[in-house]
């Protein structure tokens, strides 16, 4: 299979970070990696939080919190302080161990994520050849965790939370990998850091219409604006963490930040060129790229209202699915057939197609009414 | 503007359909009995050149000797309204039938009149008292009822 | 499971209790919501959370002394609701309210129906889910009034400023330019706000075609205000039955055709820009004078009985007064204006989702303070 070779142009100053750096062990490589990683989410977290409150605030025509510490950059650490000094309550009728099991299954494989996404050129925690696909089958596991909570609750809310939640993830999970597997053609590879060091231009121009579902459908698995109808706190309170507080919550909580700032992280990697870019270095390019996208997020959320259920499965199968289908077909036909076209002239063609399609499906599908007779 | 409809018109064409249920005629109310208020209430809403379709609201006062039971009703086509008027005598056990089968808009406000002064609507499909709990004793507007 | 199994697969329909408490329904209602699974089946509302007992209370107070319980009524719309009140206590006692007062009286009840349609357009689009950003953008309209409204009163809530016979205080100097600058800036930030909202896909496909209330079935619950206008039925008093002096105006009654939720939220966006026509007209015409008729403030309106209605901001808001001659009234009704709109719910949520259920009803605007009175 003819494989584009993009790494012709070899401009890379960046150093590579041989994969038992810092000591000549593979145990030193991991610790010094594990601590960053856990450390890296925790202070992306709270850095999201801020971000979150105080970019809605704004374009709310309000201040967001400006009391806590300058510009209110102690407000993660003042939640995170209010959160743990809470009172842990439990429902009586709550199935007790699934009920404390549940937040442990949603948060742990959203640390997972971040062991194959490069801060730098080899700078991750395993270079696995298949950091794609990893990252993908991990990601569902959160899943689980989520319906844990909502079934444990012994609360027909969160029941109701839990299964829409289900029903968005599973339906989502096709658009997701598929605009993936369009990435993973144009780069030749499923490995996170092969990915980047092929992308001499950024993918979102090479993929402009997979850069579009995979956040779409990015936004729809980590339940946020405008399909965040699993936590929809004007309808069923707040779905399926209804029940939970302290610091179980804040578990959660921490799920929803830490699973948004690695679905960035992703969309980075994939889609914007990781950690390339001039004078600063890269993982500094790294981190502000996660965080631009994170506040496209932000602003999404703050723009629309939400979807229906149904909208929203309507949504994903005849929508983003025959699009991502679309485009995956049209990448393959670049990649096999036509490869001197890559990189420009299938940077304009993709563009164009981008356009065409969305506009044509967006004429056909009406996101409909949904009356059932009764 | 909302003509009130002068109660003579009215009473002549009622008195003509059924008579003996316009009791009384003020100046521009109609008062009728009450078991004659149903059939009343259906020729004024349902009759061409009346068709009083809306009804605006239904209220209850306690004249210490009886329980007038007021309604209005407004013509939207014809912009005009007319006042209908019942009684109930005796304070045990007052009760009127339910105008829930013409207009659903009684229906709550029926409840009302039951849950805050004692009045029971026969045929109305859910005569719970609406405001105040299960268990309540006592009908709170009646000018007899000391907390 | 054969394949003929799983289609028919027999579904249990559960009852959830939506409320007294909850972020999103406009006060203390209660729903038990019948669902099978996310399809409602029906639903029974549950009152009497903020039942206070106004009417009874009325039969203690004086004339004059029952105004500030009037406020607490539709709370979101304080001013018309005095407004109401004191057009039954004076057409019950004949008295004429002098030229500056009606005048006031009409400037001050229209920017109150811009006040509330500005709460009842955000909070519909909050439960639609748009976490806070339009509520908040017309929110700030919203104090621009309440500034207005501290100038003349003092209060920004529950206001108090009508009186039997004309309106409590004068208007200060500084409130006529101030109410000229707030005209200018909230109409381009009404067109703004629609060139927002008015074609935003998803608010499209959550309001259009959602909670249709048929024109008959208004008729015959007895709707009035917004909803009604959106069902279709061009009914408005201020110009069916004009109060006060409406008449002198000219302005129009907007009207929608389907009656779905969509409709209901054009039909108060064009309300607020009629509302600034009149406004305008009413303040370039505003002459001196006295403010208040001569009446003394423990009137006694000689034995009767009276019912003036409003077009208030939800709807027909009216007041039937019964007086014996004594200083309070003898039996005072407030025809609950949000009460009779909710009476067609049930048809219009049946068959919905539960996101639509919320919709639904924060699109008919009611307040639990007319309800449960």
Known sequence: MAIVDLTFNSRLPMQVVPPDWPGNNYWWHWLFFTVVLIAFVLMMVMGAIYIERRGLGRMQSRLGPNRTGPFGLLQPVADAVKVLLKENIVPDSADKVVHWLAPVVAFAPVVMIFAVVPFQNGALLADLNIGILYIVAISSVSTVGVFMAGWSSGNKYSLLGAMRNMAAVVSYELPLVLSIVGVVLAAGSLSLNQIVLTQNIPFILLQPLGFLIFFAAACAEINRSPFDLMEADSEIVAGFHTEYSGMKFAMFYLVEYAEAIAMSAIITTLFLGGWRGPWLPPWLWFIIKTLIVFFVMVWTRTTLPRVRIDQLMALAWKFLLPLALINLFITAIQVLVWPQALPWLAVIINIAVMFVLVIIWSRLFRLGWGRVEV | MTVALSSREIVSQLGGKFPGAVAEAGKDSVLVKGDALTQVARYLKETDGLKFEYLNYITAVDYYSYFEVVYQLTSLDHNRSVILKTRCYGRANPSLPSLTGLWQGADFQEREIYDLMGIKFEGHPNLKRIFLWEGFEGYPLRKDWNR | ?373
């Open chain 3, 1 to 373: 499971m054969t394949t003929e199994q799983l289609m028919t697969l027999k579904t249990e329909p559960f009852v959830v209790n939506i409320g007294p408490v909850h972020p999103s329904t406009h006060g203390v209602y209660r729903m038990r919501v019948t669902l099978d699974g996310e399809v409602v089946l029906d639903i029974e509302p549950v009152f009497g959370y903020l039942h206070r007992g106004i009417e009874k209370l009325a039969e203690e107070r004086t004339y004059t002394g029952f105004i500030p319980l009037t406020d607490r009524l539709d709370y979101m719309s304080a001013m018309s609701n005095n407004l109401g009140y004191c057009l039954a206590v004076e057409k019950l006692a004949g008295i004429k309210v002098p030229e500056r007062a009606e005048y006031l009286r009409v400037i001050i009840a229209e920017l109150q129906r811009i006040a509330n349609h500005c709460i009842a357009v955000g909070a519909m689009l909050n439960d639609a889910g748009a976490f806070f950003t339009p509520f908040l953008y017309l929110f700030r309209e919203r104090e621009k009034i309440y500034d207005l409204f501290e100038m003349l009163c003092g209060q920004r809530l529950t206001y108090n400023y009508m009186r039997i016979g004309g309106v409590g205080q004068d208007i200060p100097a500084e409130f006529l330019p101030a109410l000229a600058k707030f005209i200018q800036k909230i109409r381009r930030f009404i067109s703004e706000y629609e060139f927002f909202l008015k074609q935003n896909e998803i608010l499209l496909a959550r309001a259009k075609g959602v909670g249709v209330l048929p024109k008959e079935l208004a008729i015959n619950c007895g709707i009035s205000g917004p909803v009604a206008r959106a069902s279709g039925i061009k009914w408005d008093l201020r110009k069916a039955d004009p109060y006060s002096i409406y008449d002198r105006f000219e302005f129009d009654i907007p009207t929608g055709e389907n009656g779905d939720c969509y409709d209901r939220y054009r039909v108060r966006i064009e309300e607020m820009t009629q509302s600034l026509r009149i406004i305008e007209q009413a303040s370039k015409q505003i002459p001196g004078g006295p403010i208040r008729a001569d009446v003394p403030h423990l009137i006694r309106p000689p034995a009767g009985e009276v019912y003036a209605h409003i077009e208030a901001p939800k709807g027909e808001l009216g007041f039937y007064i019964v007086s014996d001659n004594s200083i309070a009234p003898y039996r005072c009704h407030v025809r609950p204006t949000s009460l009779i709109n909710l009476a067609a719910l049930r048809q219009m949520v049946r068959g919905w989702k539960v996101a639509d259920l919320i919709i639904i009803f924060g699109s008919i605007d009611i307040t639990m303070g007319e309800v449960d009175r």
